[in-house]
């Protein structure tokens, strides 16, 4: 079975930085589409980025500039760099990816998602 494992999260102060990242375990063969997505209280989950296999990516426009999303495909891991956080950053961050991998001895793609880490930005 695929694992993904979300780590980074934690309380900063507006205007600070964090880096989350995202590991993919388990009978992968590949991975395509990685995603990060966030949902605050009360609010619907959003899509923030999107990392393609080919490291082509696209930023939520309440985002753009300040956050970057990168992948590690040797590690199967995805990282999403946050700069300049605000406030209303503060959520529950997913990671999301579309992964090949052997299901009961047959190669599918699948769509997996993380536990979610609590990313706080508050003075």
């Known amino acids: 079975q695929v694992q993904l494992v979300e780590s980074g999260g934690g309380l900063v102060q507006p205007g600070g930085s964090l880096r989350l990242s995202c590991a993919a375990s388990?009978?992968?063969?590949?991975?395509?589409?990685m995603r990060w997505y966030r949902q605050a209280p009360g609010k619907q989950r959003e899509l923030v980025a999107v990392?393609?296999?080919?490291?082509?990516?696209n930023y939520a426009d309440a985002v753009k500039g300040r956050f970057t999303i990168s992948r590690d495909n040797a590690k199967n891991t995805v990282y999403l760099q946050m700069n300049s956080l605000k406030p209303e950053d503060t959520a529950v961050y997913y990671c999301?990816?579309?992964?090949?991998?052997?299901?009961?001895?047959?190669?599918?793609?699948?769509?997996?998602w993380g536990q979610g880490t609590q990313v706080t930005v508050s003075s």
């Open positions: 999301d990816a579309d992964v090949r991998a052997l299901v009961q001895g047959v190669l599918a793609l699948n769509e997996y």
């Open positions: 990392i393609t296999s080919g490291s082509s990516t």
């Open positions: 388990g009978s992968i063969f590949s991975i395509a589409a």
